[in-house]
Structures are given as C-alpha cells and as structure tokens.
C-alpha cells in the first residue's frame, strides 16, 4: 500500500529508486513491472560507478537514517503484491553486516529521539531498522538475524492483523487470483469480472483489485473479502493467521531487550479518508492494543501508506495527544539535526526488494536517491 495514487502494492512498497512503478496505458502489468525494474536496477549502478553518491553525501547524508523493510522473506512468483515488499533473508544479512562492518550505530527510536533531542549528539553515523505491519517472518528471520548479530530492530504493529481480527487481504486476493482464470466480484453496486488467465493477466487483476482497496474504508474491505472468501473457498483469515505475528512471538521479542515495538493502525487503514473519529480510533485503539500485547506503554507509531496524501496535520496531531514520542512516514530523506522540530513527521528510507543486491544502500544512506527524487518532482 502506497503513495497518494494507491500504489497498488500491498504495505507500503515505496519507489526506492526514485521513480514509481506505474503501469502505462495499453501495456501489461507484469511487461511494464519486468522492464522498469530492469531499467532502474541498471540505473543504480551506473549512479554508483560515477561517484554521485561520494559527493552527494557530504551534504545530503545527514547523520544517518531510518530504515524500512516489511517482509524477510523470499516471495513466490506468483505472490504479486510482496515482490517489493520483500528483501531475502541472505540479502537482509548482507545488509545488516555491511552496516556493522562500516561501524553504523544502530538505535532503537527511542534512542533516535534522544539523539535529535541532544544539541550535542554524539559523533559518527547511526541506523534505525523498522519493519511494518507485522509479517511472521519479522520474528523467523529478521529477529533471529538481528539477534544474532546483536542489534536493535523497531516493529510497527497492525493490531488487526496480529489480534486476529481484520485481515492481510493482499495475501488472499493473491491466493483467489492465482487458483482462477478469472476474478468476478462487486465494488460500489457493479459486478465486475477481470480476466486472470494467464500470469500477466493475474498480476494486472490484482494490481487493478488491490488499487481499490488501498484508497477503501476498512467495512468495504472486511466486505470484498467475505465475498471473495465465500465464492472461491478462501479463508483469509486463517491466511492472515499464518502469516502474522503471535503474541508469543511478540512476547519474546519484546523480552530480548532488541526488540522496539510500535503502533500502525488497527487496519492499516488510509487515515486521511476517514472521519475525524474513525481516524482517532484507528490510531487510540492500536496504541492500546499493542500495549495490551506487550505489557508496556507503545511510544512510536508508523503512518500507514505514510505519503502526504495519507497522512496530515490532524494525524500528527493525535498522535501528539496521545503522547507518541515519535511517528514515521514513507518520506525518502535522511535524518537531520533539524528533524528534532518534527519527531512525529520523521523520514524513512525504504529498502524495495526489487532493487535488492544492487547498490540501493549506499544511494539512500547518502542522501543521493531522496535528493534526486525531490529534484524530479520540483
């Protein structure tokens, strides 16, 4: 789930490289998808050889930056709204070693709202890894990795999903889509049917479903999958159970001492579509729940979709009321000394698994990927 135009991806799979995966007209999904990645992953190697990010990261570098991944995890091909959303579990292990290799420190969020706070922080370079909404593999890969090499991590919690009690739709819209040559189902009064005959096909019917669900209200949601759930014998909550979190797991991590734990919303819901109530709830209710499941208060929160088409003033500002110490968006910057003015707006640098075991960890780090991003869109 992503950016202001519903990025059709599931969770929010920001454009790492810069540059949106969009599908232009009169062309298949998966032709478009295959050709830019390739395109973009040959950029990012051709930015790295020339040097740009050398020089670019003495003045966009900052101190250091706030990580996002979603899933460890090696998709399936078939599994079309994780691809982004995925970084392999060796390609993760690289990552981390390269960090610690290049003597990064590595901070809770806490401790990255203390650093802000200090007018005299201490000197070198420092990293937050965060994960969002809750995937089973955060504890059987990125945990066990993090713990192993002895580092701190931050997980952002759908409460829904981990509870049990709102779904992980993408993963059933893909299992509905795949088992079928065709996807028939009602949106706003209209039956529509999409073909899903062929792979293109499958990956064109769920980027065209899950773009309408990403903008949904949670009850049309909840609403779409029943439906979907009764006419193709899909159980999408015994899916979402499977691939979540559970509160043993969560226990365990919380009691390493490694593990920072955050709210995301109860339904990952897009919180600027919402009444002014309904979008308090989300973000009170998920604060409670996460401290329900730990035992200890939650003082960090993730904007869903976290674009500023998501997310506003109104949000930060219960957020602010409830007392969060910090909130994250899906802005693509490094951290600054100025971002102390803006703890509950905070940046992130999201790590697309497309772009995996390419050269995308020093572009972001040093600033060169969210600079030329900005450059395009001025």
């Known amino acids: 789930m992503g950016g202001s135009d519903a990025d059709p991806h599931y969770g929010e799979a920001e454009e790492a490289s810069g540059m949106a995966i969009r599908l232009s007209p009169g062309t298949t999904a998966e032709h478009t998808i295959d050709i830019k990645v390739e395109l973009y992953r040959s950029v990012l190697w051709s930015l790295a050889a020339s040097g740009l990010a050398r020089a670019m990261g003495r003045h966009n570098a900052g101190q250091g930056g706030i990580l996002s991944f979603h899933r460890i995890y090696r998709p399936k091909p078939q599994e079309f709204g994780f691809q982004a959303l995925s970084v392999a579990p060796d390609s993760f292990r690289r990552v981390v070693q ?30 937050c890894l965060t994960f969002d909404d809750g995937f089973v593999d955060n504890y059987s890969e990125a945990f066990a990795i993090c713990r192993e090499l002895g580092v701190p991590m931050a997980v952002y919690l759908v409460s829904g999903f981990v509870r049990r009690e709102f779904p992980m739709w993408g993963i059933g819209l893909e299992e509905a889509i795949v088992a079928n040559d065709a996807l028939e ?17 499958k990956r064109q019917a769920y980027l065209t479903v899950a773009s309408l669900l990403v903008l949904a209200q949670p009850r049309n949601i909840e609403r779409l999958c029943a439906e979907l759930g009764a006419r193709y014998g899909i159980d999408f909550m015994a899916l979402s159970d499977r691939n979540a979190l559970t509160p043993a797991m969560i226990r365990e991590m919380h009691a390493s001492g490694l593990v920072e734990f955050g709210a995301h919303s109860v339904r990952h819901a897009y919180l600027s579509r919402l009444e002014d109530s309904e979008a308090r709830w989300e973000i009170t209710q998920s604060k409670r729940d996460c401290e329900t499941l730990i035992g200890a208060e939650i003082r960090h929160f993730a904007y869903p979709y976290g674009d500023s088409g998501s997310v506003g003033t109104r949000e930060a500002a219960i957020c602010r009321e409830l007392g969060f110490l910090t909130a994250v968006t899906t802005e693509s910057n490094t951290i600054f000394p100025s971002d102390r003015d803006r703890l509950l707006n905070l940046p992130r640098l999201t790590y697309n698994g497309y772009f995996q075991n390419t050269p995308l960890l020093d572009l972001l780090l040093s600033g060169t990927l969210p600079r030329l991003r900005r450059g395009l869109r001025g």
């Open 185 to 201: 189902f009602t949106w706003e009064g209209k039956e529509l049917k999409l073909d899903a005959r062929t792979m293109s096909r």
């Open 98 to 127: 390269t960090l610690i290799d290049r003597d990064y420190c590595f901070l809770t969020m806490s401790a990255l709202a203390e650093r802000l706070r200090n007018p005299e922080p201490p000197p070198g370079k420092f990293v």
